[in-house]
Protein backbone atom coordinates (compact mmCIF):
# COMPACT_ATOMS: atom_id res chain seq x y z
CA UNK A 1 0.00 0.00 0.00
CA UNK A 2 2.96 2.72 0.72
CA UNK A 3 2.49 5.40 2.09
CA UNK A 4 -1.39 5.70 1.21
CA UNK A 5 -4.35 3.65 3.29
CA UNK A 6 -5.86 1.78 0.88
CA UNK A 7 -8.13 0.25 2.85
CA UNK A 8 -12.05 -0.31 1.58
CA UNK A 9 -13.19 1.57 4.38
CA UNK A 10 -10.65 5.07 3.96
CA UNK A 11 -10.25 4.48 -0.24
CA UNK A 12 -12.73 7.92 0.05
CA UNK A 13 -10.86 9.79 2.50
CA UNK A 14 -7.49 8.73 1.21
CA UNK A 15 -8.78 10.14 -2.65
CA UNK A 16 -10.15 13.23 -0.72
CA UNK A 17 -6.84 13.73 0.54
CA UNK A 18 -5.49 13.59 -2.82
CA UNK A 19 -7.94 16.07 -4.03
CA UNK A 20 -6.39 18.86 -2.32
CA UNK A 21 -3.12 18.53 -3.88
CA UNK A 22 -1.87 18.92 -7.39
CA UNK A 23 -1.04 15.18 -7.52
CA UNK A 24 -5.26 14.64 -8.71
CA UNK A 25 -7.04 17.32 -10.12
CA UNK A 26 -10.27 15.57 -11.28
CA UNK A 27 -12.66 13.49 -9.19
CA UNK A 28 -13.39 9.59 -10.21
CA UNK A 29 -16.12 8.62 -11.42
CA UNK A 30 -16.85 6.14 -8.21
CA UNK A 31 -15.92 9.31 -5.75
CA UNK A 32 -19.42 10.60 -5.08
CA UNK A 33 -21.08 7.19 -4.59
CA UNK A 34 -18.27 5.76 -2.29
CA UNK A 35 -19.14 8.54 0.02
CA UNK A 36 -23.39 8.19 -0.15
CA UNK A 37 -22.94 4.54 -0.30
CA UNK A 38 -19.45 3.20 1.63
CA UNK A 39 -18.31 0.17 2.03
CA UNK A 40 -20.12 -1.61 5.30
CA UNK A 41 -17.08 -4.08 5.41
CA UNK A 42 -13.29 -5.04 4.65
CA UNK A 43 -13.39 -6.68 1.10
CA UNK A 44 -11.51 -9.23 1.50
CA UNK A 45 -11.93 -12.77 -0.89
CA UNK A 46 -11.78 -15.85 0.52
CA UNK A 47 -10.48 -19.04 -0.76
CA UNK A 48 -13.18 -21.15 -1.89
CA UNK A 49 -14.47 -24.48 -0.27
CA UNK A 50 -12.07 -27.26 -0.58
CA UNK A 51 -14.47 -30.27 -1.17
CA UNK A 52 -11.52 -32.53 -1.29
CA UNK A 53 -8.41 -33.20 0.84
CA UNK A 54 -5.50 -31.64 -1.03
CA UNK A 55 -2.61 -34.76 -1.81
CA UNK A 56 0.23 -35.06 0.40
CA UNK A 57 2.60 -33.71 -2.04
CA UNK A 58 1.90 -31.26 -4.49
CA UNK A 59 3.27 -28.04 -5.97
CA UNK A 60 2.15 -24.66 -4.93
CA UNK A 61 -0.76 -23.40 -6.30
CA UNK A 62 -0.23 -20.35 -8.88
CA UNK A 63 -1.75 -16.94 -7.96
CA UNK A 64 -3.94 -17.42 -10.48
CA UNK A 65 -5.83 -20.09 -9.11
CA UNK A 66 -5.63 -19.95 -5.39
CA UNK A 67 -9.17 -18.94 -5.20
CA UNK A 68 -10.35 -20.96 -8.74
CA UNK A 69 -13.24 -23.31 -6.94
CA UNK A 70 -12.63 -27.12 -6.94
CA UNK A 71 -14.28 -29.42 -9.43
CA UNK A 72 -17.21 -31.33 -7.87
CA UNK A 73 -16.92 -34.97 -8.36
CA UNK A 74 -19.58 -37.82 -7.48
CA UNK A 75 -19.04 -41.31 -7.25
CA UNK A 76 -21.11 -41.86 -9.73
CA UNK A 77 -19.85 -40.22 -12.49
CA UNK A 78 -16.77 -42.59 -13.25
CA UNK A 79 -19.65 -45.21 -13.08
CA UNK A 80 -21.90 -43.46 -15.25
CA UNK A 81 -18.62 -42.92 -17.65
CA UNK A 82 -17.77 -46.54 -17.79
CA UNK A 83 -21.57 -47.67 -18.77
CA UNK A 84 -22.39 -45.69 -21.55
CA UNK A 85 -18.50 -46.01 -22.76
CA UNK A 86 -19.34 -49.87 -22.89
CA UNK A 87 -23.21 -48.96 -24.19
CA UNK A 88 -23.41 -46.09 -26.21
CA UNK A 89 -26.81 -46.83 -27.76
CA UNK A 90 -28.24 -46.47 -24.69
CA UNK A 91 -28.03 -42.65 -24.48
CA UNK A 92 -30.42 -42.94 -27.95
CA UNK A 93 -33.16 -44.31 -26.09
CA UNK A 94 -36.22 -41.92 -25.03
CA UNK A 95 -36.84 -40.93 -21.71
CA UNK A 96 -38.47 -39.29 -19.17
CA UNK A 97 -37.47 -37.05 -16.85
CA UNK A 98 -40.44 -35.29 -16.27
CA UNK A 99 -41.25 -35.80 -12.32
CA UNK A 100 -44.01 -34.75 -9.98
CA UNK A 101 -42.36 -33.65 -6.49
CA UNK A 102 -39.06 -33.97 -7.30
CA UNK A 103 -38.59 -36.37 -4.91
CA UNK A 104 -38.03 -39.45 -7.48
CA UNK A 105 -34.25 -40.17 -6.53
CA UNK A 106 -35.70 -40.68 -3.32
CA UNK A 107 -38.24 -43.78 -3.59
CA UNK A 108 -35.77 -45.03 -6.71
CA UNK A 109 -32.94 -46.12 -4.87
CA UNK A 110 -30.53 -48.63 -6.26
CA UNK A 111 -32.27 -51.72 -4.19
CA UNK A 112 -33.96 -52.62 -7.20
CA UNK A 113 -33.22 -52.15 -10.94
CA UNK A 114 -36.84 -51.87 -11.54
CA UNK A 115 -39.42 -49.20 -10.61
CA UNK A 116 -42.96 -49.11 -11.54
CA UNK A 117 -43.25 -45.58 -12.12
CA UNK A 118 -39.63 -45.49 -14.17
CA UNK A 119 -38.51 -47.54 -16.82
CA UNK A 120 -34.76 -48.83 -16.77
CA UNK A 121 -31.68 -46.54 -18.17
CA UNK A 122 -28.48 -46.44 -17.61
CA UNK A 123 -28.91 -44.12 -14.49
CA UNK A 124 -30.78 -47.15 -13.16
CA UNK A 125 -27.67 -49.46 -13.54
CA UNK A 126 -25.62 -46.80 -12.33
CA UNK A 127 -27.78 -46.36 -9.20
CA UNK A 128 -27.85 -50.43 -8.64
CA UNK A 129 -24.32 -50.82 -8.81
CA UNK A 130 -23.39 -47.62 -6.40
CA UNK A 131 -26.09 -49.28 -3.82
CA UNK A 132 -24.53 -52.80 -4.31
CA UNK A 133 -21.14 -51.08 -3.44
CA UNK A 134 -22.03 -49.39 -0.47
CA UNK A 135 -24.34 -52.04 1.02
CA UNK A 136 -23.02 -55.57 -0.18
CA UNK A 137 -20.23 -56.95 2.36
CA UNK A 138 -17.39 -57.41 0.14
CA UNK A 139 -18.45 -56.53 -3.43
CA UNK A 140 -15.96 -54.96 -5.41
CA UNK A 141 -16.90 -52.56 -8.35
CA UNK A 142 -16.41 -54.98 -10.74
CA UNK A 143 -18.44 -57.22 -8.98
CA UNK A 144 -21.38 -54.80 -8.72
CA UNK A 145 -20.95 -53.21 -12.18
CA UNK A 146 -21.24 -57.58 -13.46
CA UNK A 147 -23.82 -57.78 -11.02
CA UNK A 148 -26.34 -54.53 -11.93
CA UNK A 149 -25.14 -55.61 -15.91
CA UNK A 150 -26.62 -58.95 -16.18
CA UNK A 151 -29.95 -57.64 -14.00
CA UNK A 152 -30.01 -55.04 -16.88
CA UNK A 153 -30.06 -57.54 -19.66
CA UNK A 154 -32.09 -59.70 -18.11
CA UNK A 155 -34.95 -57.17 -18.20
CA UNK A 156 -34.02 -55.76 -21.56
CA UNK A 157 -34.39 -59.12 -23.05
CA UNK A 158 -37.84 -59.73 -21.67
CA UNK A 159 -39.01 -56.38 -23.27
CA UNK A 160 -37.85 -57.62 -26.60
CA UNK A 161 -40.17 -61.17 -26.09
CA UNK A 162 -42.61 -58.77 -24.63
CA UNK A 163 -42.35 -56.84 -27.80
CA UNK A 164 -41.78 -59.54 -30.69
CA UNK A 165 -45.21 -61.46 -28.81
CA UNK A 166 -47.12 -58.27 -28.95
CA UNK A 167 -46.23 -57.73 -32.46
CA UNK A 168 -47.16 -61.56 -33.61
CA UNK A 169 -50.71 -61.28 -31.77
CA UNK A 170 -51.95 -58.07 -33.66
CA UNK A 171 -50.75 -59.51 -36.76
CA UNK A 172 -52.72 -62.52 -36.12
CA UNK A 173 -55.79 -60.53 -35.89
CA UNK A 174 -55.24 -58.63 -38.64
CA UNK A 175 -53.43 -55.44 -37.85
CA UNK A 176 -50.51 -54.50 -40.92
CA UNK A 177 -47.27 -52.79 -39.85
CA UNK A 178 -45.55 -50.59 -42.06
CA UNK A 179 -41.62 -51.27 -43.39
CA UNK A 180 -39.40 -51.58 -40.41
CA UNK A 181 -36.72 -49.14 -39.47
CA UNK A 182 -34.26 -51.18 -41.48
CA UNK A 183 -36.53 -51.58 -44.14
CA UNK A 184 -37.19 -47.49 -44.23
CA UNK A 185 -33.33 -47.44 -44.19
CA UNK A 186 -32.09 -49.61 -46.74
CA UNK A 187 -34.54 -47.42 -49.13
CA UNK A 188 -33.17 -44.15 -48.45
CA UNK A 189 -29.74 -46.00 -49.10
CA UNK A 190 -31.09 -47.07 -52.70
CA UNK A 191 -32.37 -43.71 -53.40
CA UNK A 192 -28.96 -41.97 -52.16
CA UNK A 193 -27.11 -44.86 -54.51
CA UNK A 194 -29.08 -44.62 -57.35
CA UNK A 195 -28.56 -40.59 -57.71
CA UNK A 196 -24.67 -41.01 -56.83
CA UNK A 197 -24.76 -44.02 -60.23
CA UNK A 198 -26.99 -41.18 -62.70
CA UNK A 199 -24.48 -38.40 -62.04
CA UNK A 200 -21.35 -40.92 -62.43
CA UNK A 201 -22.46 -41.98 -65.92
CA UNK A 202 -23.22 -38.60 -66.59
CA UNK A 203 -19.51 -37.94 -65.69
CA UNK A 204 -18.00 -40.66 -67.19
CA UNK A 205 -20.08 -39.91 -70.75
CA UNK A 206 -18.98 -36.12 -70.47
CA UNK A 207 -15.54 -36.86 -69.69
CA UNK A 208 -15.14 -39.53 -72.33
CA UNK A 209 -16.79 -37.41 -75.23
CA UNK A 210 -14.18 -34.68 -74.17
CA UNK A 211 -11.13 -36.93 -74.56
CA UNK A 212 -12.68 -38.23 -78.37
CA UNK A 213 -12.95 -34.42 -79.12
CA UNK A 214 -9.31 -33.88 -78.57
CA UNK A 215 -8.08 -37.29 -80.09
CA UNK A 216 -9.69 -36.19 -82.93
CA UNK A 217 -7.90 -32.63 -83.04
CA UNK A 218 -11.38 -30.20 -83.12
CA UNK A 219 -10.78 -28.00 -80.09
CA UNK A 220 -13.65 -26.22 -80.94
CA UNK A 221 -15.73 -29.14 -80.60
CA UNK A 222 -14.12 -30.44 -77.03
CA UNK A 223 -15.44 -27.11 -75.95
CA UNK A 224 -18.89 -28.12 -76.15
CA UNK A 225 -20.78 -30.76 -75.13
CA UNK A 226 -22.46 -31.26 -78.44
CA UNK A 227 -19.14 -30.72 -80.67
CA UNK A 228 -17.98 -33.51 -78.08
CA UNK A 229 -20.57 -35.69 -79.33
CA UNK A 230 -20.67 -34.85 -83.31
CA UNK A 231 -16.89 -35.48 -83.06
CA UNK A 232 -17.18 -39.02 -81.29
CA UNK A 233 -19.70 -39.95 -83.81
CA UNK A 234 -18.79 -38.30 -87.09
CA UNK A 235 -21.06 -39.43 -89.87
CA UNK A 236 -19.50 -41.77 -92.57
CA UNK A 237 -19.16 -40.21 -95.92
CA UNK A 238 -21.62 -42.02 -98.47
CA UNK A 239 -20.98 -39.78 -101.41
CA UNK A 240 -20.46 -40.94 -104.91
CA UNK A 241 -17.70 -40.33 -107.29
Do not use: C
Not at 48 to 63: D, E, F, G, L, S
Not at 106 to 116: K, W, Y
Not at 181 to 207: D, P, T
Amino acid sequence: MGRHDLRPLRVHRAVAQLLQTPRLRQEPPWFDIVQKVPPAQALVRVQPVQHRAPPARRKIRKASKLFQPQPIVYPEDQLRREFYTDHPWELARPRMILETDGKDARRQAGSQLRHPEKGITGESVVQRQLWLMENEPGMSKAEAYDRARHEFYVYRHEEDVERRVAQEEATFTGATFGPSRLAIGMELENQVFEGWKAWAIQQSSEQRLTMNAFYSGDATAAASPAGAAGAANPLPDTTLD
